[in-house]
């Protein structure tokens, strides 16, 4: 009798282990199990490196710590810093097999060190020419930490770095549209799309060039348009000559990314009425208008 119980005593260590081995086997395995960030690293990279199921990974403070997954390898997330503080990553390998559930689950302690900042920026639109090289400006300095994505080499070349700063030049090759962004670590900054064309379009903009109004007698003020973008060679006329006339035509200073051969049109009101100045593009034959009212 002793010996059966000894003997089934020595089986059911042996299936217990065995168990245990297979579980130790599965268990969930991360490459990484603590992190700092701040404004120099941002982020972390974190893998899976054993495990049988897919991830499921949360932050205890999305505001402190957000998890992004990588979207080309399912056993790869990013820890992306942003306010100051400390989180906790929970990792769960959901599709386990492990009958414990303490191989399938792992913690990461995240200590953001400071807040980190990615600023609040606009997209933009840039124009050039082909076979035009031209420096534009960036709304920050490109840090060490920035990096360049997403360029289509066939149609322009370009470069963005530290050496440059708050600068980004530009050589179009070949016409067409592509786009570029600049990410701090996993996080996208800023973007910029990039036509590349024959010939300019005639571009005034309404939001600053919706009207030009003056009150009589006109003594100081604004009395012009801002041509942003076109060919260079413009005409221009008002409608009805006896309200206003046309001035001149003056070549303008490109301050903005979006102008390409810009101009200020100005105005001279002759007496109240309303009508309209038409700008002409020479080159395009483009037209333009703009309301001219003279109180």
Request: proline share 2%; net charge negative; with cysteine.
């Amino acid at each position: 009798m002793k010996k059966i119980l000894l003997l089934l005593a020595v089986v059911l260590t042996l299936s217990a282990c065995g168990k245990d081995e297979d579980e130790l086997k599965n268990s969930l395995q991360l490459n990484t199990n603590s992190c700092v960030l701040d404004n120099e690293q941002s982020y972390a990279e974190v893998k899976k490196t054993n495990g049988t199921g897919s991830l499921q990974v949360t932050s205890s403070d999305p505001g402190i710590a957000e998890i992004r997954f990588d979207e080309k390898d399912k056993n790869v997330f990013y820890i992306i810093g942003h306010g100051q503080g400390n989180a906790t990553i929970t990792v769960v390998d959901v599709d386990n097999n492990t009958t414990a559930n303490e191989y399938a689950v792992k913690t990461i302690n995240v200590n953001v060190r400071e807040s980190i900042n990615y600023g609040d920026y606009s997209h933009q639109d840039v124009y050039l020419k082909k076979g035009e090289f031209r420096t534009f400006k960036l709304p920050f300095n490109f840090d060490k930490n920035d990096s360049l994505v997403g360029v289509n080499d066939y149609i322009v070349s370009m470069s963005a770095n530290v050496a440059l700063g708050n600068k980004f030049k530009v050589e179009a090759k070949s016409n067409g549209i592509t786009e570029f962004q600049i990410y701090k670590g996993k996080i996208e900054l800023f973007s910029i799309r990039i036509f590349v064309v024959n010939e300019y379009d005639l571009f005034i903009p309404e939001s600053e060039n919706s009207q030009l109004t003056f009150d009589l007698p006109f003594i100081a003020g604004v009395n012009g348009i801002s041509v942003w973008r076109g060919s260079g060679k413009y005409t221009a006329k008002v409608v009805d000559e006896t309200v206003a006339v046309v001035e001149s035509i003056a070549p303008g200073e490109d301050w903005v990314n979006q102008m390409n051969n810009s101009a200020v049109v100005r105005v001279k009101p002759l007496k109240s009425g309303k009508t309209k100045l038409i700008v002409t593009d020479a080159v395009t034959e483009q037209t333009s208008g703009v309301d001219v009212v003279v109180h």
